[in-house]
């Protein structure tokens, strides 16, 4: 229905605008490390920071500059 909709223009806007703050530089992200979530139900945010995984390949190495 149309709340569906809206909910979906939402995500839309708060994921194109994460996007052009990184592209950009102008303004830096606050998620760095962190994930976003939004329940579209309560309209409820909340951030979790994430746990790097020793044994994972892609986050619990350092990674050579």
Do not use: K, N, W
């Not at 303004?27 to 760095?32: I, R, Y």
Request: net charge negative.
């Amino acid at each position: 229905g149309p709340l569906a909709a809206a909910r979906g223009q939402l995500l839309g806007h708060m994921v194109a605008m994460e996007a052009l703050r990184v592209l950009s530089g102008y303004m830096p992200s606050e998620l760095g490390g962190r994930l976003l979530v939004e329940d579209f139900t309560t309209l409820e945010t909340s951030i979790h920071t994430l746990v790097r995984l020793l044994r994972c390949r892609v986050c619990g190495e350092e990674q050579a500059a």
